[in-house]
């Protein structure tokens, strides 16, 4: 059974920092792309970035790159997004998502239909 739970939300100051674990079971970090997306109210949910499974290549939405990274922990089974300098407008509901990858992956990877399996989410709230 393939779970994905989420953590390390929480209320942040603009200008501050969190890091969001997703920590996965049932399936393999070297077949699995990990994905992670935001929903903020009354907006589509939005790719923010994702680590693809072979090579561990890295794709990141224009209004997050230079802020936020993802790195995965293969022994925890663990994908993190360490996200700096947050914005007001980060505030959302994050999701962490898993898919296959495959050859033309870097044109899909923020669409959410391309994923099979997602954790609950995690509210991350940015706010004076």
């Known amino acids: 059974q393939v779970q994905l739970v989420e953590s390390g939300g929480g209320l942040v100051q603009p200008g501050g920092s969190l890091i969001l674990p997703c920590a996965t079971s049932g399936l393999s970090l070297d077949y699995y792309a990990i994905g992670w997306f935001r929903q903020a109210p009354g907006k589509e949910r939005e790719g923010v970035s994702c680590?693809?499974?072979?090579?561990?290549?890295?794709y990141y939405a224009e209004s997050v790159k230079g802020r936020f990274t993802i790195s995965r922990d293969n022994a925890k089974d663990t994908v993190y997004l360490q996200m700096n300098s947050l914005k007001p407008e980060d505030t959302a509901v994050y999701y962490c998502?898993?898919?296959?990858?495959?050859?033309?992956?870097?044109?899909?990877?923020?669409?959410?239909?391309?994923?099979?399996?997602w954790g609950q989410g995690t509210q991350v709230t940015v706010s004076s």
């Open positions: 998502a898993a898919a296959r990858p495959w050859l033309g992956w870097g044109s899909t990877w923020a669409l959410d239909h391309e994923y099979d399996f």
């Open positions: 680590m693809s499974s072979n090579d561990g290549s890295t």
